[in-house]
């Protein structure tokens, strides 16, 4: 077990006690020597963990006390920080600024010993090449899917042939190379993927008059009855 995820799981046989927990249980529960369970003790102290007690006696935990909501596992932020990594990858700006704003601000709340897990990870997505070349900004597309709006786009297919659609988006899709958006279209009467870098131009329109939660599970439903054609229908 790795020493940040043996301090967190300290802290959780304290919480669940309702008694002094000796070292000795410690180190049992936890595989390590009693030195260790000493020094990892007294580390916790020094981050200002409310534990009470002393070697020979037992530790509690101060009733009341909580984890702040980012006391997080090595695990959890190495998968944070992969996921950041990911988007930082994209060509999506809005996105990869985000995310370097949600590892700032990781810095700034966990322990000090937590902190190499995000400056020094053991983990990292795949590099890939450049994207497509995009015309409409994903942040607008993002937008309409929130907010419930319909988007008028001019969409070229593969063979270069231009068509303009009143859709309403449902989910922006992001893989290593593209981006897809699934949405109805009024065109088709039916879900349909569009390839953003196919998309020419978009305009923001109004309110489809349905919650995005809705349409959604509409998606969902009409995804489950055609998951036995071989590929999705486009365009």
Known sequence: MRRAQRLFQIIQILRRSSRPVTAAALATELEV??????????????????IQGEAGLGYVLA?????????LTCDEIEALVLGAQWVMGRNDTVLANAAVDVIAKM???????????????SVGPRPVSPGHEETVDPSMIRSAVRDGLKLMIRYRDEVGAETERTIW??????????????AWCELRKSFRHFRTDRIVGAE????????????????????????????????
């Open 33 to 50: 020597s009693k030195r260790t369970v000493y020094r990892d003790v007294a580390d916790l102290m020094g981050q200002r963990v409310p």
């Open 63 to 71: 009733s009341g006390y909580d984890m702040p909501p980012l006391m």
């Open 107 to 121: 810095i700034e709340v966990i322990p000090d010993h937590m902190r190499p897990y995000i400056l020094e990870p």
């Open 169 to 182: 988006p449902v989910i922006l899709g992001y893989s290593d190379t593209l981006r897809m958006l699934v």
């Open 204 to 235: 923001l329109l109004e309110r489809h008059g349905t919650k995005p939660v809705e349409l959604r599970r509409h998606w969902q439903a009409w995804r489950a009855n055609n998951e036995s054609s071989p590929r999705s229908p486009t365009s």
